[in-house]
């Protein structure tokens, strides 16, 4: 195991309208406050979801979909890949009028509805990932 200690910067609120897709709306958020590396918890609720779960055996993820809405809990990270590609992984649940739960690695595609409540706190120790061959994953890079 590898662990840091760092500080918050600052703490950046976002209110996310219906119709938004939920991650383009992070990394737009991300962008306009140049934010590079930090954690994101948010809460709201989706009207269509796009995930992925990860397959140990393929090592690569598979896409799924829903429809109708769904209460929404994520929490995640901002970070970079070595090339300097934004990254956002973020993983959440989400659960339906049947009471019926899901979750997985959110992906382009996912809309907000009614909304999303965003926080999202910057760090001051830099996030950066490198891929890594064995799992085909993207872990961050900690010192």
Not at 5 to 18: C, F, G, W, Y
Not at 20 to 30: I, K, M, P, S
Not at 42 to 54: E, P
Request: glycine share 8%; aromatic share 10%; net charge negative.
């Amino acid at each position: 195991m590898k662990s840091v200690e760092t500080k918050v910067n600052r703490l950046v609120i976002a209110k996310l309208d219906p119709g938004e897709d939920l991650l383009e709306a992070l990394e737009e958020c991300v962008k306009k406050h140049n934010i590079r590396h930090g954690f994101i918890s948010l809460i709201g609720g989706v009207d269509k979801i796009t995930y992925g779960v990860y397959s140990k055996e393929e090592k690569k993820y598979y896409n799924h979909e829903k429809e109708g809405f769904h209460e929404l809990l994520g929490v995640g990270n901002v970070s970079h890949k070595d090339n300097g590609e934004l990254f956002i992984h973020l993983h959440f649940y989400i659960n339906n009028n049947k009471n019926e739960v899901s979750g997985g690695h959110l992906v382009k595609g996912t809309r907000v509805y009614p909304l999303a409540e965003v926080f999202i706190q910057e760090t001051e120790y830099p996030i950066t990932r490198s891929h890594e061959e064995s799992t085909n994953m993207w872990p961050f890079n900690l010192k």
